[in-house]
């Protein structure tokens, strides 16, 4: 049976409407239904082979009927859409969405979410008071040990710690947060339907500390971190060097890789596949993804924005919400 | 007229003299003469076709007489080579041979120098006090301000900061060092015959710092070396997003990163093109290329090591010994 998946329109003054424009009409119909949360106005101005949509009314039928491609505005009516335009209206309007669809998911009308991109300072003069969209949805389901996660290409990270600076990263570093991490990869990999997934763990220094000469951390927080869940039976390997962990998982060794910080998972992904990058929120009671990019209001309108990652979000989500099913490697 | 290139043979226990004896059988011998420092037997141990190479004696007959290939010992005899066993003494002629390559480049005999790989443990079992190879040779040149870096199948990437743990990196952040990067990386480029060099700056923190909210150093410590060097005539970039800066590097837009600290150039670069990693020591008064590898005891005499990345830093060293050609980007 297909994935019910929840898509938020996101900013719809960003590229959020041109990519669902496009995605709605090459998605695996076979893999997803699909409920877009925005509005339909905004998407049929980008596409006009969209206005044959079902728009719903009442999202309980949409469940029960399962058509396979509906639109419903949450009670939200979003302004004219204005390409590029930094909008509080429209920054409501994509965060009062995403809470119709988190609902959702706790109430078990879809299987999972998939988000289009805000704008930071959009939210902000809405008077949204969170760093951005993951944040707010952690909020709303109670869940404070989510995990930033991306996967691009065949590649995946699993982040320590996410958007803080880099100093902070390095407070944060605790062989309790590490361990939590390795945990959560590897529940995240079981959704995948990858039993005995393989995670490796990065150093955080140089050459992983190069036993000790290059830096503590390695030895002290990491090793631990990897003993304890090695010994609660997780198949788990680290410190690793980190620039030789990503190739290691690119030729099939590891199924994932526990990142320390942001940029040492970020970095090396986006640089193999960054049009197919997903954000993937692991640690969550509900299956979230989201595209790797922003709302480019520098290219919205234009016509430039390509639907891949979006595509790639709605293929992870889907993946994570059939976790009963066991998939090949 | 070709560069004359001293290449050093490294540990000769570690997989040195296996992927020299490949490499020298394979490498373009129109745009360099080689002559191989380190131990002819150990290097006819592993490859046949290597002894009929010209062993010679006297040096200065050999940079006049320009023959294509030489070996020297430069007074330094090796013990028979055993593959994977650590030595003091193979450490020790590993750094004497390095030596006396600096010391030909100094009084211009050659016109750089590449290095195989030495052991760390072996050079401190011989009594030499310091971190490797690179240290070594800035000082026998006496320049304390060198600059690691990666060139890796067209990308490349100078390092603020090197070899240290990442919180001391993050100390060693000021605007002097970033902005004596910014131009070592640029004169590195004229060296390469890249008239116009286009240098990209990356951000510290995840996003580039995201106008402060993620750290401050992106703004405050790279931003003001970043507009002395635009003002000084550098083509400089920055502080830009590190999670994109490669991509655009490798899309053609810069011909290469500065980056901020180890991992932060060695991850992406060593993801994208590992077999064709070069270390180049900017900096130096001399050239300096270095294969991007280690001694791999593992692999060492199982005729597994490839040459690729001693062939890819003898055409990085020729190239920067003619900076007086202007190549074509």
Same mark, same amino acid.
């Given at each position: 049976m297909p994935a019910r998946l929840a898509v938020t329109m996101g900013d719809?003054?960003?590229?959020g409407p041109e990519v669902l424009a496009q995605a709605l009409t090459m998605h695996d119909a076979s893999a997803c239904s699909l409920l877009v949360i925005g509005d339909a106005d905004a998407l049929s101005a980008v596409s006009a082979?969209?206005?044959d949509f079902n728009r719903v009314d009442d999202v309980g039928a949409w469940g029960s009927a399962s058509a396979p491609l509906a639109i419903w505005d949450a009670g939200h009516i979003a302004p004219t859409r204005v390409p590029g335009e930094l909008s509080a209206e429209t920054g409501r309007c994509a965060m009062e969405w995403t809470r119709a669809a988190v609902e959702l998911a706790l109430a078990g009308t879809v299987d999972g979410i998939v988000t289009c991109p805000i704008n930071k300072e959009g939210i902000r003069l809405a008077g949204? @008071?969170?760093?951005?969209?993951t944040d707010f949805i952690a909020e709303l389901v109670d869940a404070p040990e989510y995990r930033m996660s991306l996967f691009a290409g065949g590649l995946r990270a699993v982040h320590?710690?996410?958007?803080?600076p880099l100093a902070e990263a390095l407070r944060l570093l605790t062989r309790e947060r590490v361990a939590d991490t390795i945990r959560i990869a590897h529940d995240g990999l079981k959704r995948l339907g990858i039993v005995r997934g393989r995670v490796a763990v990065a150093g955080?220094?140089?050459?992983?500390?190069e036993n000790g000469m290059l830096g503590h951390e390695d030895r002290e927080i990491i090793l631990p971190a990897v003993d304890e869940c090695r010994a609660a039976g997780i198949d788990c390997t680290g410190p690793l060097v980190p620039d030789a962990v990503f190739r290691h998982m690119q030729d099939g060794?590891?199924?994932v890789v526990v990142a320390m910080?942001? @940029?040492?998972?970020h970095v090396p992904l986006k640089l193999a596949a960054m049009d197919e990058a997903v954000n993937v929120t692991l640690g969550l009671p509900i299956v979230r993804t989201s595209v790797g990019?922003?709302?480019a209001y520098d290219i919205?309108?234009?016509?430039?924005?390509?639907?891949d990652s979006l595509l790639a979000a709605m293929d992870v989500a889907a993946r994570l919400s059939n976790s009963n099913v066991e998939h090949a490697r």
């Open positions: 719809i003054n960003g590229i082979s969209t206005r949204y @008071d969170c760093m951005g969209h320590v710690s996410a958007h803080v955080l220094n140089p050459h992983a500390g060794r590891y199924d910080y942001h @940029d040492q998972g990019h922003g709302t919205a309108g234009k016509g430039l924005a390509k639907p």
